[in-house]
């Protein structure tokens, strides 16, 4: 998590502290749905270690994005939501989702045919008009 220095006055600064970890965005978009348990939470996450989904949920909670909820049982029951606050990220992590998306889908026709859509609908195009120009 960024330090207060860095922070002075940035909103990009500000904003990349909830989503710019490693974990950070996987942990709210799965809280999107509801209450989740911390362990249900932690299975959706191979690699994730329990002390960084507590440090993360920790600071989440301590900055107003996250709410936790105990239930008193055996064994103790405690759930993770977003808050009113943590719901108004969902937006913008849809966005970078969406972005990741159709880059990986171009990087993908890229590396299966050395061409970006972009360059292969360009090339189909020049194709087609020095046909229609040809007569051909």
């Known amino acids: ?50 002390k960084v989904l507590t440090e993360n949920l920790k600071f989440f909670e301590e900055k107003g994005i996250v709410e936790k909820q105990s239930f008193p049982s055996v064994p103790p029951k405690v759930e993770y939501q977003l808050t009113a606050d943590g719901q108004t990220l969902l937006p913008v992590i849809e966005k970078v989702i969406r972005w990741g998306y159709t880059h990986l889908q171009e990087e993908k026709v890229q590396r299966d045919t050395l061409h970006t859509p972009s360059v292969v609908m360009n090339e189909l195009e020049q194709a087609s008009n020095s046909s229609d120009q040809t007569g051909v």
């Open 1 to 50: 998590m960024a330090s207060k220095e860095t922070l002075a006055g940035c909103p990009v600064q500000h904003a990349l502290q909830y989503i710019s970890g490693k974990w950070q965005m996987g942990i709210l978009w799965q809280l999107r749905q509801g209450p989740i348990r911390f362990n249900a939470l932690k299975d959706t996450f191979p690699g994730l270690s329990e």
